[in-house]
């Protein structure tokens, strides 16, 4: 079975189980999957069910489809997302993103764990991603054009919605949550970098490194999907502080952060 039919057995799989129009998609990063038990009227899909969908292999990742509402609106929310280190080809990858903009999703919300690596930064902020850096030499368009979700050429000048970043400063600003800005830099993984890879990162421009996101942003920007992005700074990135790094204190890190993180979603999606 080809892509293309995949992905149409998985959107009626989907359908079958909820047929209603779907507007908004979110993608939960490692550690930030407690927002999905807020959904009301859930319906929870595991992957291993859905046509088509790859697994997720990574701790901190349900690997699961939450669909209901959240703050009035019907939401498609992914507990764990899927990386190019798992040795998954991007089009994989991608599938799920592929997947919510053929139900319908017109913004997607994408989230995930990163490390610090502008200096000012402490572990528990949130960052708003303004632009990204794609460092991995890899795209998930390359190859086949897919025509029915958008042209060969794509720009992504504006690759993060300017109205989505200013609305999330507002809703910040108003729950008293001090949020930062800054550029996202996608490396492969999984190893964390090293030292000179970070000082690399930051004279090219970089605020915050991580595993994931950027090739999501651009299949969504391939369909014409506004992107809000938001970063949770887990860990100061290597090299910044003398100590080694762990997932671990990514998860632990996150979970300390959910709480204000959730805040600053559910309102978001109400003000969208």
Sequence with gaps: MDYMANMKEAIDYINEKYSEKLELGIVLGSG????????????????????GFP???VEGHKGQLIIGQLSGKNVIAMQGRFHYYEGYPLSQVVFP??????????????TNAAGGVNENFVPGDLMIIEDHINFTGQNPLIGQNLDSFGPRFVDMTKAYDEKLIQLAMKVG????????KGVYMWLTGPTYETPAEIRLARTLGASAVGMSTVPEVIVARHSGVEVLGISCITNMAAG????PLNHEEVIETSLKVQDKFEKLIVEVIDRI
Excluded: A, F, W
């Design 97 to 110: 993103i592929r997947v919510m903009i053929g139900l319908g999703i017109k913004t997607l919300i994408v």
């Design 32 to 51: 930030l999957g407690g927002l999905g038990e807020r959904i009301e009227n859930p319906i929870k899909i595991s992957y291993k069910d859905i046509p």
């Design 55 to 57: 697994l997720s292999t």
């Design 173 to 180: 600003e108003n729950l008293n949550i001090n949020l930062q």
């Design 240 to 243: 910044i502080l003398d100590k």
